[in-house]
């Protein structure tokens, strides 16, 4: 039995949905196991077709899950499976596909009689609760990514560049079992470190707060971690901005479980930085949903209305404050909501290091 495909077939008689076309890389690898960007799926109420070109094929036999069909593209043709599936409304990933790709399906299918359906989050639901095995991978590349922080305060020295950095965090990850970074490595220093999402410039490290925010890839999963240091010395000022940082982050920490809601998180983390005199400065959500891809369901913010946090969900916690023209500091661990509680994934110091 394959209960991922139950699952979306249970979504798809909601919507009234005889087919959904999956052609989005991470949608593909969840439901058919097949780590294919280029290839895209077929699933019937009763049939799941593979559809992989002679790139593909091989791993695709080896790697589909139970209730796929794989196939080479036009065995069958897409207008085959249309009708010996009887696919009256076919649902499409609206949020991932490409209008030119959309126009390609419809005119391919001109004169079916198909009507086609945006399916929305559907598969953004599903994915927001986490099986042991995906809770598994995404532990695997945190360990990783933990490793790596070691790494770099062990090497680290005042020559080196925030491009340096960064590429270090990268090849340390890479030769120990990380298929890629989860996302471009941010690495800024100095005034830079005001920059939440700041790209690694190619000059020595700066005084002052060092943010690194990064992450590994397993399985496909993603970690992310922020940890922030102290290049020098730290001064009352910026001791007293992380430790504000640190108390926040550990508030909305304490206060996660099963039930709560996702707004309130934010709202403790918030509150207590806006207390401290940092009003304003905190100028991003606390956090977001980890997995297949690096911002998935749930949103942690302040928008998030009577959500609550459900068992399964893995969210990171990252409040920053940030002071334009000066300096900035962000501390994020990933939390895992389990059956009333959690359960912290990040296993890495977070009191003030000075370098
Ligand atoms: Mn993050």
Known sequence: MNLR?????????EMNLDAIYVNSAENHLYMSGVDN?????????????????????????ADA????????????TLNEVVRDCNIKN????????????LAGLKKTLDGMGVEFCPIGGIFTEIRSIKTPDEVASVEAAQRIAEGAFAHILKVINYNMTETEVAAELEYY????????????????????????????????????????????VVNGYHSDMTRTIVIGKADEEITRLYNTVLAAQCAAIDAITEGAKNAD???????????????GYFGHSLGHGVGLEIHEQPGVSGGMGDTTLKAGQIITVEPGIYIEGKYGCRIEDMVLITPGGKRNLTNCPKELIEI
């Open 5 to 13: 495909l139950n699952a979306l077939r249970a979504k798809m008689a």
């Open 37 to 61: 960007p280029d290839g895209h799926l077929v699933i019937t109420k009763e049939k799941a077709y593979v559809f992989a070109d002679f790139r593909y094929i091989e791993a695709a036999r």
């Open 65 to 76: 899950r139970e209730g796929f069909e794989v196939c080479l593209p036009g065995k069958p």
């Open 90 to 101: 076919f649902g499409y990933e609206d949020r991932r596909m490409t209008c030119s790709s």
């Open 173 to 216: 990850m890479k030769k120990n079992g990380s298929e890629k970074p989860s996302f471009d490595t941010i690495a800024v220093s100095g005034t830079a470190s005001a920059r939440p999402h700041g790209v690694p410039r190619p000059v020595k490290l700066e005084k002052g707060f060092l943010t690194m925010d990064y992450g590994a």
């Open 265 to 279: 998180m934010d709202k403790i983390a918030r509150d207590l930085i806006d207390n401290a005199g940092y009003k």
